[in-house]
Nanobody
């Protein structure tokens, strides 16, 4: 499956952005999905994930209460709504897919998309 993330940009601290991840696969609903980010000079880190049915979502403590993951299986699209953004959220955000019922907080995914840059100014 091919994944394409979009929706990044420059936003002021406290602002919001919504990222999208479009999947090429018609069987998108067979995949659990995750969002990861990598800041310049740092290791990639888990942001959040969603099970393939959409029934379960999980978040990193650093984004809990501010970010929301959702999916539209009819549109083969994954979303990440980011509110109350902080400068430390600045990173390249990537989506990932795995053909399992449950998502993972580790980088145990089969497919990765190109990232989209999010920059939060103070």
């Amino acid at each position: 499956v091919q994944l394409q993330a979009s929706g990044g940009g420059l936003v002021q601290s406290g602002g919001s952005l919504r990222l999208s991840c479009a999947a090429s696969e018609r069987t998108f609903s067979d995949y659990s999905m995750g969002w990861f980010r990598q800041a310049s000079g740092k290791e990639r880190e888990f942001v959040g994930c969603i099970n393939r049915s959409g029934s379960g979502t999980y978040y990193a403590d650093s984004v809990k209460g501010r970010f929301t993951i959702s999916r539209d299986n009819a549109k083969n699209t994954l979303y990440l709504q980011m509110n109350s953004l902080k400068p430390e959220d600045t990173a390249v955000y990537s989506c990932a897919a795995r053909r399992r019922i449950f998502c993972s907080m580790s980088a145990d995914y089969d497919y990765w998309g190109q990232g989209t840059q999010v920059t939060v100014s103070s």
